[in-house]
């Protein structure tokens, strides 16, 4: 299982910085995702990461404002700027073990091992 955290209270145009963890584990194997779920809507991709770190992918509606990173071997972070009520959601990281060190995966179903989630609020 993977642990996110960072989440919390923020005012429209705030930052927040989000974490993932793999405790026992290392994601050096690993594509990453971050995905999130607003209050009666489906979850949604945000962003993605290839394992080499060297590639990544996001959502047009966090493009430019959300930057996802990782050291490669224990986190991966998800930086959040500008941040819209519409970003309200609990988000949840996730990851894949890849083969190809430049792969990028977008697709929830993709995914098998995922954190609990972190909730993140946006006031307008």
């Known amino acids: 299982q993977l642990q996110a955290s960072g989440g919390g209270l923020v005012q429209a145009g705030g930052s927040l910085r989000l974490s993932c963890a793999a405790p026992?584990?290392?994601?050096?194997?690993?594509?990453v995702g971050w995905f999130r779920q607003a209050p009666g809507k489906e979850r949604e991709f945000v962003a993605a990461i290839s394992r080499s770190g060297g590639t990544t992918y996001y959502s047009d509606s966090v493009k430019g404002r959300f930057t996802i990173s990782r050291d490669n071997a224990k986190m991966v972070y998800l930086q959040m700027n500008s941040l819209e009520p519409e970003d309200t959601a609990v988000y949840y990281c996730?990851?894949?073990?890849?083969?190809?060190?430049?792969?990028?995966?977008?697709?929830?179903?993709?995914?098998?091992?995922w954190g609990q989630g972190t909730q993140v609020t946006v006031s307008s």
């Open positions: 996730a990851a894949k073990a890849e083969s190809r060190a430049d792969r990028v995966v977008v697709t929830s179903s993709l995914y098998n091992v």
């Open positions: 026992g584990r290392t994601f050096i194997s690993y594509a």
